[in-house]
């Protein structure tokens, strides 16, 4: 049974450009959260998506959108890219409860550069 | 792969002892709290939760343990392995939250 993937590993870019990120949850799970790891420090949500829409957000910009597929899957994307946009971004799967927060398994991430 | 967790407090333990990692909270709202284990170049992986209606729970060679009076979460790591070296977060949520709020991390060294 394959965990939460997410691609690509690694990617560069530069400020100014946009990017989509992938993430495909665990088998079983129908609930997608991403976070931002910058270097030395713990994750920061960004924002979870259940049944296709947005259901909470963290204190992101808008030009963070994502999108949540009826497979479940969800991609990430960041518009306008700065240079501290550079981090490694993680997914995380869950099953959604009523109310309350999930037990949140996550992927390897994908670690973007802007240049 | 990257490092994680460049300047971050770091305990180090030698083989075969126990390890005990703090963490504290301040949302007195919280009410479920995951123990993560992050290596270098890889995802946090889950290791224990607990909810804030227990103030312990046991997993294999882990123990969490919840003080809910002082905020305080700790994490004991029985006869530590080599393999157990990574940094290691704290994160909290709670009722009508769908986030985790992450602490900033322990690295933990074990010595051969």
């Known amino acids: 049974d394959a965990g939460v993937t997410q691609s690509p590993t690694h990617l560069i870019k530069t400020r100014g450009q946009q990017v989509t990120l992938r993430c495909s949850p665990k088998?079983?799970?129908?609930?997608v959260s991403w976070y931002q790891q910058a270097l030395g420090q713990g994750p920061q949500f960004i924002f979870q998506?259940?049944?296709?829409?947005?259901?909470q957000r963290g204190n992101f910009p808008d030009r963070f959108s994502g999108h949540q597929f009826p497979n479940y899957s969800s991609e990430l994307n960041v518009n306008a890219l700065l240079l501290g946009d550079s981090a490694l971004y993680l997914c995380?799967?869950?099953?959604?409860?009523?109310?309350?927060?999930?037990?949140?398994?996550f992927g390897p991430g994908t670690r973007l550069t802007v240049l | 792969g990257e490092s994680v967790g460049l300047h971050l407090p770091t305990l180090s333990v030698q083989e075969g002892d126990n390890s005990i990692i703090n963490c504290a909270y301040s949302?007195?709202?919280?009410?479920?709290f995951i123990w993560y284990k992050q290596e270098s170049g890889k995802g946090p992986q889950f290791i224990i939760d607990?909810?804030?209606?227990?103030d312990k729970r046991q997993g294999q060679r882990v123990t969490v343990l919840l003080n809910k009076t002082v905020k305080h979460l700790s994490l004991q790591i029985a006869a530590t392995q080599p393999g157990d070296s990574a940094v290691y977060f704290c994160?909290?949520?709670?009722?009508?939250?769908?986030?985790?709020?992450f602490g900033s991390g322990t690295r933990l060294q074990v010595q051969p």
């Open positions: 998506y259940y049944e296709e829409e947005e259901r």
């Open positions: 088998s079983g799970h129908d609930t």
């Open positions: 994160a909290e949520g709670g009722t009508g939250r769908r986030a985790l709020t």
């Open positions: 995380a799967s869950s099953v959604r409860t009523s109310g309350r927060t999930d037990t949140q398994y």
């Open positions: 949302n007195s709202a919280s009410d479920y």
């Open positions: 607990i909810r804030s209606n227990m």
